[in-house]
């Protein structure tokens, strides 16, 4: 008896270990359920979409599949449209050329800085075309990233990003993502130097689906 509750204590820590960030707003595509939305699949990993992790990343030099799945995966890959997770209900109505509002969950914090792009689904009957597809957004006031502030290794935080929709697009199907890149290795800065936060790190996606009128 002892050593099931040891290997469920275990179990449960290495759930809290593992988990990273996740977009709750608007609701991603592997969080839809936490919002009772329809058709929504469960996902109870929904912040663990880092590519498959960072030594699987850096095996295949650093490539992520587009929504943050393992980029070996067969498509339609479980997080993109037309996937297991994917399918293909719009969770939010954006105007056109607005500043909307995205709501960060880290379950883990790890450091680092975020960035927005969008995908028009020319068509919604299939997978992402790639990563030509994600074009960068910018935030309010025309930044091309966040840096997290709180450096406070592993905590939980609750961040809002207010991300720049472009002027003039409008689009029934877009994919919203949020790509995390963490800042807790170590590694080469490129100019001779090394230090946290350089050279290859761990990276987290979420897609969401929406559209702007």
């Known amino acids: 008896m002892k050593s099931c509750l040891f290997l469920l204590l275990v179990a449960v820590i290495a759930k809290e270990v593992v988990g990273h960030g996740m977009m709750l707003e608007p609701p991603n595509r592997a969080s839809m359920w936490r919002f009772d939305i329809a058709g929504a699949v469960p996902d109870y990993d929904d912040d663990g979409n880092n590519c498959g992790g960072l030594s699987v990343q850096k095996s295949l030099g650093m490539k992520c599949g587009v929504c943050g799945d393992l980029y070996t995966e ?53 997978p992402e075309p790639g990563e030509e597809c994600f074009q960068p957004l910018t935030l309010e006031g025309g930044a091309s990233s966040y840096t997290i502030q709180d450096q406070s290794e592993g905590a939980h935080l609750d961040l809002v ?53």
Do not use: M
């Open 74 to 126: 067969p498509h339609p890959q479980d997080n993109e449209n037309t996937g297991k997770l994917g399918v293909g209900q719009v969770v939010r109505t954006y105007q056109s050329g607005s500043v909307i509002e995205t709501q960060i969950k880290l379950t883990t914090n790890h450091k680092g800085t975020f960035t927005y792009s969008l995908c028009v689904l020319e068509d919604p009957s299939k």
């Open 161 to 213: 990003n207010r991300v720049q929709l472009p002027q003039g697009l409008k689009c029934d199907r877009c994919v919203l993502r949020w790509n995390y890149r963490a800042g807790n290795n170590w590694g080469d800065c490129g100019d001779g130097t090394s230090g946290l936060g350089c050279g290859e790190q761990e990276t987290f996606r979420s897609c969401a689906d929406i559209a702007i009128v």
